[in-house]
C-alpha cells in the first residue's frame, strides 16, 4: 500500500514549478497585515465613540431606568435656558431706590400701573419703573405729575406711604440700616416706616440722607 505521505510529496514535486514566489507572498502578508491593523485601529475607535455616546445617553437616562419611569429627556447643548429666578430683595432694592432718586412718589406708581395695566402690589410697579430707569428707558409720565390719590384707611397703604416720603426725602437702604442700629430694631425695612412717619409728622431723623 502505497503510504499518503509518499502520494502528497510526490503531488508537491509535480506541481512545484506552480509555486508562487516565497518573497512575493511575504511582501503580500505584510500588506495584508497592515490593512487589517488599519481596519481594526479604526474599528476601535469607531466602537469607542459609539459606546461613549451609549454610555452618556445612559447616564442621563439612569434615573428612569432604575426606577421605570419615563426616561429624562437629553438636554441639547445651546438649548433654551430654564426661567431666570425672580430678582433678589438687593436687586428689587436697587431699582427702588432709582426709581425714588429720579423723583418718582406713590402717586406716580398708581399712575404707572394704571398706564401699564398692571394690578397688585404698588412696590413691583416701583421696581418695574426703577429698572426701566437703570436700563435708560424714559417713564410715560414726569416725576410729581400724577394726580393725588385719596388716602386710603388701609394700614397697608399708610404704610405704603411712609415709606414713600422715607426715599422721597432723599435716604436709601443703607441709611435704613443705620437708623434701625439706631432705634434698635433689626428691620431695616421698620426703620424706613418709622422715618417716614416722622417726616411726614414734620420731623427731623438723627442723620441726614
Request: charged letters at 25%; zero cysteines.
Amino acid at each position: 500500500m502505497i503510504d499518503h505521505r509518499d502520494q502528497l510529496r510526490e503531488a508537491f514535486e509535480k506541481h512545484e514549478d506552480l509555486a508562487p514566489d516565497p518573497a512575493q507572498v511575504y511582501a503580500r502578508v505584510q500588506e495584508l497585515a497592515r490593512t487589517y491593523r488599519r481596519r481594526r485601529r479604526g474599528a476601535q475607535a469607531a466602537g469607542g465613540a459609539v459606546l461613549s455616546a451609549g454610555l452618556i445617553a445612559g447616564a442621563i437616562n439612569l434615573p428612569g431606568l432604575l426606577t421605570g419611569g419615563p426616561q429624562a429627556p437629553a438636554y441639547v447643548v445651546g438649548a433654551p435656558a430654564s426661567p431666570s429666578a425672580p430678582p433678589s430683595e438687593a436687586e428689587q432694592q436697587k431699582d427702588w431706590d432709582a426709581y425714588f432718586a429720579a423723583g418718582y412718589d406713590y402717586d406716580d406708581a398708581l399712575e404707572l400701573a394704571r398706564i401699564w395695566n398692571l394690578t397688585g402690589d404698588v412696590g413691583t410697579v416701583k421696581a418695574e419703573a426703577g429698572r426701566r430707569l437703570l436700563a435708560g428707558e424714559t417713564l410715560p409720565i414726569r416725576p410729581g405729575t400724577a394726580p393725588s390719590q385719596e388716602p386710603s384707611p388701609d394700614p397697608e397703604s399708610a404704610e405704603a406711604a411712609q415709606v414713600d416720603a422715607f426715599f422721597a426725602a432723599g435716604y436709601d437702604y443703607n441709611d435704613a440700616v443705620k437708623l434701625a442700629e439706631l432705634w434698635k430694631t433689626s428691620d431695616p425695612y421698620q426703620a424706613k416706616v418709622e422715618g417716614g412717619k416722622k417726616l411726614l409728622a414734620g420731623e427731623t431723623l438723627p442723620i441726614k440722607p
